[in-house]
């Protein structure tokens, strides 16, 4: 296996590059900057059932058979996704609409792609599609939470692949441009609508519609109170 690099990040530590794909292909043991995005070539695509095989503390998502590394989460993005989850989770759970997972969840694109998004529903007439080493047909709901280091092309190619395993329904939250892109699958593809303020609600997750506003709110609404208010609608 060889090892190339993407882009640019902040940070200065270092880390060294390691797998644990089969014997039958051999990382480059090399030291490198934070600052780069490690990618790992194979001399052979890299399968879906090998990457879940792994089980490596470091995270890589599967683009076109290869391993590409991800970028360490910045804390506004961290402190959104852990307000944002367990409201989403709860809410589904208590009204048995489904299942929510979280952003080690493995998501099958294809025969050599994979992703981890950052929170991912399934409804329950569709929970076989759920297994033991990750998710294997097109989730109800993904949704992402952007940080400032991401490239613009990444965020295109991960779009253009949720969409071709036809996705229902995407979320892009932008905290810096604060912002949301919704994307509705539809008939005939899929329709854009931008959520900058009032009520951001969901298509396929019946009743869940929050302020958008919190989402860039330094205060977040508790969301034991939030939920207790729901429940009361």
């Avoid at 390691?18 to 194979?42: F, G, I």
């Avoid at 804390?75 to 809410?91: D, M, S």
């Avoid at 892009?172 to 329709?191: A, E, H, N, Q, W």
Wanted: glycine share 8%.
């Amino acid at each position: 296996m060889t090892q190339t690099t993407l882009g640019k990040r902040t940070g200065t530590r270092k880390r060294r590059a390691t797998s644990n794909l089969p014997a039958t292909r051999t990382a480059v043991d090399t030291t490198l900057s934070v600052e780069e995005r490690r990618v790992l070539v194979s001399d052979r695509p890299i399968t879906f059932e090998q990457w879940v095989d792994r089980g490596g503390r470091e995270l890589y998502e599967l683009v076109n058979g290869s391993l590409v590394e991800m970028m360490a989460a910045h804390l506004e993005h961290e402190r959104l996704f852990a307000w944002l989850f367990p409201l989403l989770g709860v809410y589904v759970g208590v009204r048995n609409q489904g299942e929510v997972l979280g952003s080690r969840t493995a998501v099958r694109i294809t025969e050599f792609g994979g992703r981890l998004p950052d929170i991912v529903f399934v409804r329950t007439d569709r929970a076989d599609i759920i297994k033991k080493r990750g998710i294997y047909s097109e989730p109800d709901l993904i949704i992402e939470i952007l940080s400032p280091g991401d490239r613009p092309s990444d965020i295109t190619a991960l779009e253009a692949e949720y969409r071709t395993i036809g996705i229902p329904e995407l979320w892009f939250i932008d905290p810096k441009k604060r912002r949301v892109r919704v994307l509705t699958k539809g008939d005939v593809g899929y329709s854009e609508t931008m959520v900058m303020d009032g009520t951001l609600a969901s298509s396929t997750v019946d009743g869940f519609a929050i302020d958008c506003e919190w989402l860039w709110a330094d205060n977040r609404p508790d969301v034991l109170t939030l939920l207790r208010q729901m429940s009361d609608k």
